[in-house]
């Protein structure tokens, strides 16, 4: 094993160097892309906003009960069941039937196939919806499998639209979590406007367009208060276009006023629709309701056919920005409210760095003056291994851009104590093997062959431990099995390969000498 071909050792010094440099970049400031790869300090480090977010029940459950009102309609009209005092309120449904329609409408009701409005949870074995019936009135409400499986399906989707949105901002290493049932754990290392950012994350971004009219239609009409203006308007509840056509939103100057306004762009089927609108109701204004609120309200000039248009309002370009980032995202299926907000400055971060850092040099000075007392110049080549490790591990992270955390930092520490421990193993089992043999090489060799059996066996365990931490843990957890198996790999490195080469070469050349570990 002491044997070491040129190919070799130029393959093993050539990784070391590559490796060690982007440790250095963190150092220094770097123009090339490939070269700015930094680690990533946590928010327990440099600071930033930490947000727990929590999904809307209430406005979830009313707007699934919603969606039900028309293919439940249909389905008893199909049937000829006949229904009357149709109420629709947050929590329930409401309507009479005659005594003679119950048992229809029950069949209907718990049918498994092709039932489209109370759709059967094969996970839970349950259906979405229950029913009571009392003095001909029929109570439909979510059932508790069904609240659970919207309440589930709306935090996961609003999961992935919180990350389009931060990732949208251009925050580096967010993490977005899910807690419990119904929350979501934002944290945002570094981030300097967290106001903004709670705006951001609290709008739904439901975008839709209407007709404004005074005609009575099936869908009814309802009055806007027009932004930034005093003007009262009536408005279709028919839907032209939702925001869901939409596939693209840029902040623009209009040309005519220089005024900020956002240009969209839609999909196919969102062209066509909007095409055909447009075509059949020019010189009538066209309603765009975000969230609620109507934010302007155009007059269509001309049709409409390639599939792009511009919303204007009162916009600055931040304004204008913000909304283009919501269209572009996507909408919440449901309101998100901050439950728990806190904000953690640099200040602490600079504490908890500067702790982190002393403890990892002390700890570092006492091992390598542990390890040139007990072993000498042996001692020397485990530091200087030692050292390659470290610089090896942090090079590791840069290439990865991890983020580094309090608990990283442990890990590193750790890393330390892992690496000694390696280095310790072979020395002591090359002094058991120096006792019975007197060839240097042959001694030095059986040590490094006997030990790595038991150096493999440490540190393969300890690694599926950290695997299994970063798989199940969260947050700062992760951050730990990441430098702990990142520093693991890099320990068997610098132990089996370059502080083995440096040992072999002080044998190589006192091999006529008794040598003293």
């Known amino acids: 094993m002491l044997n070491f071909s040129k190919t070799k050792i130029i393959f093993i010094y050539l990784v070391f160097f590559f490796v060690s440099i982007f440790a250095i970049l963190n150092f220094i400031e770097a123009n090339n892309s490939f070269l700015k790869k930094k680690i990533n300090l946590g928010l327990d480090l440099q600071g930033g906003s930490y947000l727990l977010l929590e999904v809307d029940s209430s406005s979830l459950e009313k707007k699934s009960l919603q969606s039900k009102v028309i293919p439940l309609k249909k389905k008893l009209r199909e049937h000829s069941i006949k229904f009357d005092n149709f109420i629709i309120s947050e929590k329930n449904i409401k309507f009479n039937l005659k005594e003679e329609d119950i048992k229809k409408f029950e069949t209907v009701f718990n049918e498994k196939k092709e039932n489209n409005f109370n759709t059967f949870l094969d996970q839970y ?148 629709r909007f095409g055909q609108v447009t075509t059949k109701n020019i010189g009538k204004r066209i309603a765009i309701i975000l969230d609620g609120e109507a934010i302007s309200a155009p007059v269509i000039q001309d049709s409409i056919t390639g599939g792009n248009g511009t919303i204007s309002g009162n916009f600055t370009f931040q304004t204008a920005t913000d909304l283009a980032l919501l269209l572009r995202s996507g909408a919440l299926p449901t309101p998100l409210i901050v439950a728990e907000e806190r904000t953690v400055g640099p200040d602490l971060g600079k504490d908890s760095i500067k702790s982190g850092m002393i403890s990892l040099i002390v700890g570092f000075l006492l091992v390598i003056l542990f390890m040139i007392l007990k072993y000498r110049y042996f001692g020397i080549v485990a530091n200087i ?47 058991e093997e120096l006792k019975d043999e007197d060839n ?31 798989i199940f843990g969260t947050g700062p957890i992760k951050g730990f099995a990441v430098t702990l198996s990142v520093g693991l790999i890099t320990t068997l490195f610098s132990a089996y390969f370059i502080s083995r080469h440096l040992v072999s070469i002080i044998v190589f050349k006192n091999k006529e000498k008794k040598i003293l570990v």
């Open 440 to 470: 240097n090489i042959q001694a030095f060799d059986l040590g490094f062959k006997k030990s790595i059996v038991t150096i493999l066996d440490a540190n393969i365990t300890t690694l599926i431990a950290s695997i299994i931490l970063f």
């Open 125 to 272: 074995n349950a259906f979405e919806l229950e029913y009571k019936v009392l003095d001909s009135q029929v109570d439909i409400f979510l059932s508790r499998h069904g609240a659970i499986n919207i309440r589930s399906a709306a935090v996961n989707q609003s999961i992935e639209i919180v990350r389009k949105r931060i990732d949208e901002i251009g925050t580096r290493e967010p993490s977005i979590l899910k807690r419990g049932s119904n929350r979501i754990l934002v944290e945002l290392p570094g981030i300097k406007d967290p106001e903004r950012i709670k705006e951001l994350l609290g709008k739904t971004a439901e975008l839709n367009f209407r007709l404004v009219t005074n005609d009575k239609n099936d869908f009814g009409n309802e009055k806007f208060i027009l932004q930034g203006t005093q003007e009262e308007i009536s408005v279709s509840k028919r839907i032209i276009l939702s925001g869901e056509n939409l596939i693209d939103a840029q902040p623009r100057y209009d040309n005519f006023n220089n005024q900020p306004i956002v240009a969209f762009s839609l999909d196919r089927l969102g062209s066509q």
């Open 385 to 431: 291994a030692l050292v390659s490790n470290l610089l090896m591990l942090i090079g590791v992270l840069t290439l990865m851009e991890a983020t580094l955390t309090l608990p990283g930092i442990a890990g590193i520490i750790l890393t330390v104590g892992m690496a000694v421990d390696a280095n310790v193993l072979i020395f002591e089992r090359i002094k």
